[in-house]
């Protein structure tokens, strides 16, 4: 604790004389003079807060101005304190003015609360409830945000810090600003004896969990893409944290003490400055663009504040993206200093031992046990090296360290991480090819519970990087969009994690295709390494070109044979292709079976292909996986498994043949599958079903909703109804289920399809067929904006739903898309997102497949289809993929019965298209401009 008062500046005795002056002889009473004297309190204010911003440079400066900031608040106050002493000397006698919380540690930014503590004498009287009355409201006057401002005696304020943890950490800095400082001095030394009697362990317990509770409420990965710098873990209350800790525990010459004692480095403290001073430039920018203490580094400040740092683009990778990168470089810093802290706290007995990564492993009865040899030892329940000279000796040990912590499901001691770090330098091209450090690699990847923790681990002490330098690149990178929520290596971190828990059985449930087949594949390593590089060609041009050649130079440095390394080249190159095909063509279509069958090749590399893409959508973060997704994926893995059954290959002519007859024939059991189910009651209708429907139909859907399709139909027809509308809510797509059985017309798609987007849902599918009687039966599966199914709990919405999309289908106008002004999200507003239309004759046999990208909004869809339709245009079935704000949607259509090849009949709907991809663009960058709003240069994406 501190209880000193900073000195008063040069600008602080300037400005109690220009008080003085103003008050003369008429004093605080005087409403004049108290105004004028108020006013040069706020300009002092406004001038502290101008200078402090002066002293940021560039990417640094922030801790000084910090400093400087509350200097300068320092002396408005002691200046305020005393012109209202010279009004009520009596009451100013009894109180003393304190400084608490981070402003007493010396620290404050533009827009945050003051934290003051307005102490009295346990005899003040009423005369010093004036003066605390008459400060609080002059502090008010000068436009100041008073936080937790109250007026306690000693006893009260120690009563108050007895019961609650955080009143009792404010007080750790406890600061004199004016007023009676033998006050301060008392209520800190029986602080001081109060914390002695009762032991450290509760208070340390209680900040560490405090700790815990507040991550947890920000998001517990220090690598969420949009941070909160000052509550996200590895941001400032963390750096706080550890001092506030240091103070109780060691008094205010903390980490001085630390470093005599060798506890820590000095470049431990210089991490700590550097962290600091970064995380409080940030601070300052964020709080001059909000205008108000928000301290959420959200999309659309990111780009502003990198540039307003000096952040600019590089050739593949943008400043805001280079900014962020230094930010979650930073976030690492304070999470290795928080283990160092941590560590001393465990050693000194104040905090739990910890559980290790999964379980406690006990020491020995005389102190550190060895563990596997005599490398490495187990030092308050974490393992370390036994000696750390035979780093130097062998730097194969550094890899063995994590071996050894993944058998044992261990954490590692911060001496041990530290160590690492100081021998970063011996990991060199040799220790890359040493076929030992590859064993306890592979041991690390492939046998640990739980392989991310351990190379969490291994990124963090800067060792996997270095192993694996195309890893090393991606270490805190960022993709400035909507769709990413964590850097890319924390991403790739957890697409590991998924992967190890569907090996364990765990996923059953959400992911049953991908469970059954785990234990099939024959590549278990190349999965892993595939899973472990997916994203390593990120930053480099194209990802999935560029990561299939890094990946290609890792695994061949790490000894694999040429053909497992062709294997884990060919899944990172492929990584997206089973998520593009499932999401953006038409799987009932044989072309795209058969095309993706040749890409795929054979039934292993599907396995493998199906696993790495669920686990890398699984770990792009909270609501991107859902049911709808996971059918798409489950159907084009059936096909395809059909078609590639017993080693058949399409790549020959006959080979393709050979597929399109198996697709046929499943197809064709399908169809049986339904004529013997419904053969009880009406097989004759199930017969005529069957035929009135193409191929497509039957590979696209299951037997369940083959069954109740047909069901609808005969329903409808026996009603002799002409149009038929039924709404399901199917939970296992995550979805709601809209079939329209109608007489086939123009428009019929876009007045649905608008029709859906006014009443507020989302279009995620849609499967559209004629029969062969002439009639359209269409299949769309739809959402809430929020992603579940529509209408779920609100059974007069899905009414509606039904009553507005029967009145669609038999013809009544759709009511125009909604356009004008939209409510606007200002991180949406962030991104440029190019508008793209593109034309594809080879995607399908039976149409034109047209690809539109842009930035999503509801109706868009509608509005797209509606060109469409002006165009004569007959569409046969949509497909809809999305990316955060990014929308691509994909129709598959006609133009008289055939494809559109003419480029001259080809064009105006790509003009049409593109003017309503970039209207909807073209208006959101309007509106971030006038709200001043930085953007990025390029386009999103993955």
């Known amino acids: 604790m501190t209880v000193a008062a900073l000195p008063l500046s040069l600008d602080g005795l300037r400005l109690r004389a220009e008080i003085a002056a103003s008050l003369g002889a008429g004093g605080w009473s005087d409403k004049a003079a108290r105004l004028a004297a108020i006013g040069h309190l706020k300009a002092a204010v406004t001038q502290g807060r101008d200078k402090a911003f002066a002293r940021l440079d560039g990417k640094s400066g922030g801790l000084e101005a910090a400093r400087f900031l509350a200097n300068a608040t320092d002396s408005a106050l002691e200046a305020l304190f005393a012109a209202l002493e010279t009004h009520n000397p009596e009451g100013a006698e009894q109180v003393s003015l304190c400084a608490i919380g981070g402003y007493g540690a010396g620290e404050l930014a533009p827009s945050s609360d003051i934290d003051l503590l307005f102490l009295k004498a346990d005899s003040a009287g009423q005369a010093a409830d004036r003066f605390i009355e008459d400060l609080v409201y002059g502090l008010w006057d000068m436009g100041l945000v008073v936080g937790g401002a109250t007026a ?51 208070f340390v317990e209680a900040k560490l969990k405090e700790r815990d509770n507040r991550i947890s409420r920000a998001g517990r990965s220090r690598y969420t893409v949009e941070p909160n710098i000052k509550d996200s873990k590895g941001g400032l209350r963390d750096l706080q944290l550890m001092r506030w800790l240091a103070q109780f525990l060691y008094g205010q010459d903390a980490f001085e003490r630390w470093v005599a004692a060798g506890l820590l480095t000095v470049n431990d403290v210089e991490r700590y400055l550097r962290a600091a001073d970064f995380l409080w430039t940030v601070r300052f920018h964020l709080h001059a663009l909000t205008g108000g203490k928000d301290d959420r580094l959200t999309f659309d400040l990111q780009p502003e504040i990198a540039s307003r740092m000096g952040y600019e683009d590089a050739e593949n990778e943008h400043g805001v ?187 059953a449930e959400d992911h049953p295709l991908a469970t059954k087949i785990v234990g099939q594949i024959k590549h278990r390593r190349a999965l892993h390494l595939a899973a472990l590089l997916h994203d390593t060609g990120k930053g480099q041009g194209d990802q999935c070109e560029e990561g299939a050649i890094r990946a290609a130079e890792a695994c061949t440095r790490l000894g694999l044979p040429e053909d497992e390394v062709e294997l884990v080249s060919w899944l990172v190159r492929s990584h997206l292709t089973m998520s593009d095909t499932a999401q953006r063509r038409d799987i009932g279509d044989p072309k795209t079976i058969i095309d993706f069958a040749r890409i795929v090749g054979s039934i292993e590399r599907l396995r493998l292909l199906l696993l790495l893409t669920a686990i890398d959508i699984r770990a792009v973060g909270e609501g991107i996986w859902n049911g709808w997704k996971a059918q798409l994926l489950r159907d084009l893995y059936s096909a395809t498994a059909a078609v590639l059954a017993d080693g058949h290959s399409v790549l020959a002519e006959a080979g393709e043949a050979e597929a399109r007859a198996r697709l046929t024939a499943k197809a064709d059991e399908a169809r049986a599958q339904l004529a013997a189910r419904m053969a009880r009651f009406d097989e004759a209708f199930a017969r005529e079903w069957a035929q009135e429907l193409p191929d497509s139909y039957w590979l696209v859907f299951g037997p369940e909703d083959r069954l109740r399709h047909a069901l609808f139909v005969r329903a409808t027809r026996a009603m002799t109804r002409d149009i038929a509308v039924a709404v399901r809510v199917d939970r296992r797509r995550a979805a709601t289920e809209v079939l329209i ?134 569409l046969q079935g949509a497909r809809i993929d999305g990316y955060g704000e990014r929308a691509v949607d994909v129709f598959y259509v006609l133009k008289n019965g055939a494809k559109l090849t003419d480029e001259a009949d080809r064009e105006p709907v790509r003009a049409a298209l593109l003017s309503i991809l970039r209207e909807e663009e073209a208006q959101w960058a309007e509106e971030a401009r006038a709200r001043g709003l930085a953007r990025a240069r390029a386009s999103t994406g993955r």
């Open 741 to 874: 059985h109608a007489p086939d017309r123009d428009r019929l798609f876009s007045d649905i399809a608008a029709t859906l987007a006014d009443i507020g849902a989302n279009i995620v599918g849609a499967h559209v067929e004629t029969t062969r009687s002439g009639h359209a039966f269409d299949v769309f599966l739809i959402q809430e904006e929020s992603g579940g199914p529509y209408g779920v709990g609100r059974s007069r919405a899905l009414d509606t739903l039904q009553a507005r999309v029967t009145r669609a289908a038999a013809g009544e106008p759709a009511r125009p898309a909604k356009r004008g002004p939209h409510a606007m999200k200002r991180r949406a507003a962030a991104f440029t997102v190019p508008s793209t239309v593109e034309f594809d004759d080879t995607a399908s046999e039976a149409a034109t497949v047209i690809e539109a990208t842009g930035r999503d909004r509801p109706g868009l869809l509608s509005e797209l289809a509606r060109v469409l339709a002006d165009a004569g245009l007959s």
């Open 152 to 202: 306690r005696t000693t006893g009260e304020t120690l009563a108050l810090a007895r019961e609650n943890v955080s009143e009792r950490t404010s007080l750790l800095s406890l600061r004199v600003i004016a007023g009676d400082a033998r006050l301060a001095f008392d209520l800190e030394a029986k602080l001081r004896a109060e914390a002695g009697e009762a032991g450290h362990a509760g």
């Open 321 to 507: 993206e280079r900014f962020m990168r230094r930010y979650f470089l930073t976030a690492m810093d304070v999470g290795s200093l928080t283990r160092l802290v941590c560590a001393k706290l465990e050693a000194d007995a104040w905090k739990s031992r910890p559980r290790g990564l999964t379980r406690f492993l006990p020491e020995g009865e005389g102190g550190p046990a060895t563990l596997d040899g005599e490398d490495f030892v187990l030092r308050e329940g974490r393992i370390d090296f036994a000696d750390e000279k035979r780093i130097e000796a062998d730097p194969v040990v550094m890899m063995r360290l994590f071996e050894i912590a993944a058998k044992h499901s261990a954490d590692l001691h911060p001496d041990a991480m530290s160590a690492i770090g100081r021998s970063l330098r011996l990991v060199d091209d040799n220790f890359r090819s040493d076929s030992r450090a590859a064993r306890s690699f592979f041991a690390t990847l492939l046998d640990s519970p739980e392989p991310q923790a351990v190379l969490r681990l291994m990124t963090e002490a800067g060792l996997l990087g270095r192993y694996i330098p195309e890893f090393g690149d991606i270490v805190a990178r960022t993709q400035f969009n909507m769709y990413h929520r964590y850097t890319v290596d924390e991403h790739t971190l957890r697409t590991l994690a998924w992967l190890r828990s569907i090996e364990k059985g765990e996923q």
